[in-house]
Structures are given as C-alpha cells and as structure tokens.
C-alpha cells in the first residue's frame, strides 16, 4: 500500500486554518472500541451493525446485508456486493435533518481481493430543511446553492492507477468547473494534498489495499455567510489527513446544511466509460461508521 502524506502548503490567508485541521486521534480516542459513542453530544449517527441489521437507516437499496464476514471489530458488519446485469451494487441513505453546518464521517472499508473500481463511493449531502431529495439525481448539472454534495471515492485514473483506484473527493459546487470536451457538470475531484485540486495519479496519491480495512473520513464545514467562500473540505487514510481544500462557497443560505449520509457502492454504470474497466462481481464491506459534528478519528484499540 502507498500512503504518501504531505505538509499542506497554504496561501496565507487559511495557512493558520490548515495547520490547525486535526489529524490523529479525535473523538473516537475517548471511547475505546467506539463504546458509548453513540451518546455523544457530537455524534449524529453510529452503526457498528452489531445489532444484526439495518434498522437505523433511511433507505435501502441493492443487496446490502449485514453479514458475520470477517469484520473490522465485533462480530458483524455489511456487506455490499455489485453483480453485473443483476444490479449495480448497494447503497444504504440516513437523513438527519435539518442537519448541521459542519459534519464528519469516518467508516472502515475493506474492498474484495478481487476488487478492480467503483463508479461512485460514500457520499454527504447537503440542501434546504424542506426537501431531503434535493440534492439526488443531480449528475451533469451545476449546483445553484441550495444543495451541494461531497463523495469519497477511489479513482482508477484511466488505467493509470492499480486496483481499487486513488483516494479523492468528488463535489459538486457552485463554483465548480465545467467538463469543456461533454459541456457539463461532472463532480470536481480533489486529489492529495491541497489546497489546490491537485491532478489524478500524481506523486501525492494514495492507493488503498485489497483485502484489507482502512479507516476513512472526510468532512464537509459550510461557508459561514452566503456571500462568503470560507467553507472547506478535508479527507484522512488511517487517521493522517491526506487532504485539505479552503475557500469554498458550498450555499446561497444559511438554511442550507449538510444533512444526509449516502454509504454507496456503485460498483457498475452501463453508460459509463468506466464500465470496462469494472468485474461482473465484487464487494465492498463497511463498519464502524459514525457521523459527527467534529472529528472522529481511527477507532482506539
């Protein structure tokens, strides 16, 4: 596995903020085996699957299934599977409106030893109090500001990167760019380490292993007035920040707030170009996922 971890270089106007990003042991460090997690004022949402099923979610949809499968602690966790003209994997959605300003979700994932790439991965959303689709079924458009959403995923890069691809957020903004060659709206992925966006399979990428769990977070901090473009994103492997980006303008309203978690395997799009590049079957496995209003951090013990 290659785990490259970089100084991010800021301008000076967030350098302070940057350096002030956490990293290493959060919230999860007073709670050995995530152990009473749950009652914590900041905790939105943990599922450990210990319980046997899938009652604290929303919607669910594919075959997601908890499952006695080798999981990262305990005794269970959930298995998605993807099988090629059956389905296109497995996806399970909590809403916790009206949500909240700034929301971080860390879950270990373990891909099959088989695993070739995803089309989409885990996912926050964010909209208005009123419409909890709002930010769904966007793909290709451009984001107004009253909804706005963050995936993190591995990227296969065109066949330059190994199976299961490179670690980066994909978002969806308003001031995000254009695909000039297709005219439209694809997510805008950020790669290690920032603040910049960073290029596909470059020096600073991080490749995942197979087989194996890896703790993963990501968060979302939404800019504190509408006209301002102070909000930012960050992601971290096994609790090493691995990437930091400031100055974004993610609402037009403070109304507007993250509030959704979408634990997606889309592991095959017919119509993508990506198609060719994925297996008939593979597996994802989650555990361990909390949802939090500040750091969460690698699971102690």
């Known amino acids: 596995m290659l785990v490259v971890v970089l100084s991010i270089v800021a301008p000076a106007w967030n350098a302070a903020k940057a350096q002030t990003t956490p990293q290493g042991p959060g919230l999860a460090a007073k709670y050995p085996g995530d152990r009473g997690i749950e009652k914590d004022p900041n905790v939105i949402l943990h599922d450990d ?3 046997g099923d899938l009652k604290q979610w929303d919607e669910i949809k594919g075959p997601a299934a908890v499952t006695a499968d080798a999981p990262h602690s305990g005794s269970k966790c959930a298995a998605m599977p993807m099988h090629r003209g059956k389905d296109d994997g497995a996806h399970l959605v909590k809403w916790f409106l009206p949500g909240a300003d700034t929301v971080y979700v860390r879950f270990y994932v373990k891909f099959s030893t088989d695993y070739q790439y995803a089309h989409h991965f885990v996912t926050l959303l964010g909209g208005p109090p009123n419409d909890k689709w709002k930010p769904f079924g966007k793909a290709g458009l451009k984001p107004d500001g009253t909804y706005f959403t963050v995936g993190m995923e591995p990227w296969f890069a065109w066949g330059k990167n190994p199976p299961p691809g490179e670690v980066n957020l994909y978002s969806y903004y308003p001031a995000m760019e254009i695909d000039p060659k297709m005219n439209k709206y694809w997510g805008n992925e950020f790669f290690p380490s920032g603040p910049e966006k960073g290029v596909a399979a470059g020096p600073n990428r991080v490749i995942p292993p197979l087989g194996k769990w890896q703790c993963w977070e990501f968060m979302i901090q939404c800019n504190s007035t ?17 990437g930091y980006y400031p100055g974004i303008r993610w609402r037009t309203s403070n109304d507007i707030k993250v509030f959704a978690i979408w634990m997606l395997h889309y592991g095959y799009d017919s119509s993508d170009p990506t198609r060719g590049q994925t297996k008939n079957e593979q597996t994802v496995w989650f555990d361990d996922i909390v ?8 699971m102690k013990g």
């Not at 006209?227 to 971290?236: F, I, L, P, R, V």
């Not at 949802?291 to 690698?298: L, M, T």
């Open 291 to 298: 949802v939090s209003k500040s750091y969460v951090g690698p």
């Open 226 to 242: 509408p006209e301002k473009s102070d909000g930012a994103q960050a992601m971290w492997v096994d609790g090493k920040r691995i």
């Open 49 to 51: 699957f210990e319980r």
